[in-house]
């Protein structure tokens, strides 16, 4: 694992985006001072060829720039040549991209027809983890590179013919047997499944190259795409990269995932092409993802805080990096305004003024309106941080400092946080318009004065409509949570249609701090999918939606579905028309399932816990 001082962004406190070299995809260009650009993907077989350009249509109307079908067969190839020549002669003349898996002899005769392709390094030559093998002999591993790199040269010398753009892209579900032997399914695993064959093309002088790692857990998404960055910026060729997290779902969590996956890396400044993955109708997507691409089109650099071009903290590693709230079970804790409370309750309540406290309950109040009042253990004064003297950290149990940014370099606040941990916490107003540089310039200042003290993040959402609000809570807070710099959060809002309680243990959901709720991860189904995923997943999340902390998983194929689902508790697979395999865990306990009864089985097993 690279270390915490390799760099991976040009500013962690300030955004800038990262200038990649461009690459071309037919005429539209990526990387580089290019917009970020938008792709979906068809959701039905390449044979279908009415419905594959009705969807592609739908999809470039929404406002993407490629669309990308599912290409797995050799007869597929035939089809996409006449699905390209009916948009282009209807008018749609969008780069289209052929994605491959398992058969390089597709991906050469595709390259001939669409402007990009794109290949999983899991699969294109190597076998998914089926070997007995436990060790690779450094030998048996060269002679393996060897094979892929003969393998490989083909496809190369046809796309510096055609022009064809490629895109590697290393996925979490689907590593391949000698790369998990190595390494195991871990952020390295990635990143070198996909560091090896980038060196092939470089090799060979191909340079047309988008790279992508995908995952459907968020901190190892967006911590993999950052040591790629790290390892691309040591080699000083810095190519492209796709963002997307896979098997997001659907919804409202879906739509949350994906803002903090693919906003937290943009927010670094990373990504030029994205694809918000949701089981719904691929057109739905490209609403989303616009919605996250333009919080950061033209946006220019400044500065806000003073850059730092080295990072305080290991971004690579998953770890937490504030103090823990003694008065709470729970590592990461929520905060909840009165007025707010609905079905979810927070771990603490906040309320203006004093009023009849439930002893089952815990409560924060503003200190003045309880000053030199009797007040039971379970209500903890708030300050201002103008209102606390030394006497403070000795008079109290424990309480709450209200405070912005810049007060943690005054003199008398670092003298006194020195000394004391154990007794308070902070809750930090933010001062800037880049709060994700800001909230880490917080954790290294404070990490440097006394690690223990928790920090807990307040913040009101400035969207108006829903899936805006979504995407902007996705990038901040998301992209701090990803890294654990914060202890909890204390969200308002003036939308109504989003409970800022409930978005925020969504949030820490989302970024698997704390489990809440019944998680779900579901594929956006592609021409691979042969059921019904879009209405299962429906019906799966309405029979489950109360089993708190269990995991399920509603996979498409075998492509990616047993890899990515294999931290599940149970889930589903594709695995012949209309047909699923349920697994438990890693473990098949029932094949071959007609889509009509997945629900009833998995109700089966989970009760019977099989």
């Known amino acids: 694992m690279s270390n915490s001082t390799d760099k991976y962004c040009l500013d962690l406190h300030n955004y800038e985006r990262f200038p990649t070299q461009e690459v071309k995809v037919g005429n539209i260009g990526i990387g580089n001072i290019n917009p970020i650009r938008l792709q979906s993907m068809t959701n039905v077989s390449a044979m279908d060829i009415e419905n594959s350009i009705l969807q592609a249509k739908r999809i470039f109307d929404a406002g993407a720039d490629f669309v990308r079908i599912s290409t797995p067969r050799i007869m597929d190839v035939e089809s996409l040549k006449n699905i390209k020549k009916i948009l282009n002669d209807d008018g749609y003349k969008n780069p289209l991209i052929a994605d491959i898996h398992f058969n390089p002899a597709i991906a050469e005769e595709a390259a001939k027809i669409v402007e990009k392709i794109r290949i999983n390094p899991g699969n294109y030559v190597d076998k998914r983890s089926v070997s007995k093998k436990n060790l690779y002999s450094e030998k048996e591993y060269n002679l393996e590179l060897e094979k892929i790199h003969s393998r490989i040269l083909p496809l190369i010398k046809i796309c510096k013919e055609y022009g064809t753009a490629i895109r590697i892209g290393s996925n979490h579900g689907s590593l391949s047997d000698r790369i998990l032997n190595r390494y195991g399914n871990t952020i390295e695993g990635l990143v070198e499944s996909l560091i090896e064959y980038l060196e092939i093309f470089k090799s060979e002088n191909f340079y047309n190259i988008v790279v992508s790692i995908k995952s459907s857990d968020t901190r190892t998404m967006v911590k993999a795409c950052r040591l790629l960055n790290a390892k691309m910026l040591k080699s000083s060729y810095v190519f492209p990269q796709h963002l997307g997290v896979t098997e997001s779902g659907s919804g409202d969590e879906g739509r949350l995932k994906s803002a903090i996956g693919i906003g937290s890396l943009l927010a670094d400044g990373i990504g030029d092409t994205i694809r918000v993955s949701l089981t719904e109708p691929p057109e739905n997507e490209i609403a989303f993802a616009k919605n996250i691409a333009d919080r950061f089109q033209n946006k220019e650099f400044h500065y806000r805080i003073v850059s730092k071009l080295t990072n305080t903290y290991n971004p690579f590693l998953n770890q937490k990096r504030s103090g823990i709230i003694p008065h709470i079970s729970e590592n990461y804790i929520v905060i909840g305004n009165y007025k707010d409370i609905q079905k979810t309750k927070p771990d603490i309540i906040y309320c203006d003024d004093v009023q009849n406290f439930n002893p089952e309950e815990k409560y924060i109040v503003p200190y003045k309106k309880i000053k030199n009042k009797n007040y039971p253990d379970n209500v903890f004064p708030l300050f201002k941080i103008d209102e606390i003297t030394p006497s403070v950290f000795k008079k109290y149990n424990y309480f709450f400092i209200e405070q912005s940014t810049f007060d943690f370099n005054k003199e008398k606040f670092k003298d006194i946080y020195s000394k004391y941990n154990n007794n308070f916490c902070i809750i930090i107003d933010f001062e800037t318009t880049w709060l994700t540089g800001e909230m880490r310039y917080v954790s290294n200042l404070l990490s440097g004065i006394n690690k223990q003290i928790p920090l807990i993040i307040k913040y009101c959402p400035e969207a108006i409509d829903k899936e805006s609000l979504i995407a902007e809570s996705g990038i901040f807070p998301g992209s701090v949570l990803v890294d654990g710099l914060a202890s909890g959060l204390w969200l308002n809002s003036n939308n109504k249609s989003v409970n800022p309680i409930e978005l925020s243990f969504d949030l820490l959901q ?84 007609p889509e009509n009864q997945i629900v009833e089985k998995l109700k089966e097993v989970i009760g019977s816990g099989e």
Request: charged share 25%.
């Open 510 to 593: 989302s970024t698997g701090l704390r489990i809440s709720k019944t998680e779900f991860i579901s594929c956006p189904a592609c021409g691979r999918t042969e059921y019904d995923i879009e209405n299962v997943s429906k019906e799966v999340k309405k029979a489950f939606s109360k089993l708190k902390g269990l995991k399920i998983a509603i996979m498409g194929c075998l492509v990616n579905g047993p890899g990515e689902m294999a931290d599940a508790d149970y889930g589903c697979v594709g695995a012949s028309k209309g047909k699923v395999h349920i697994y438990k865990g890693k473990k098949i306990i029932l094949k071959n399932i």
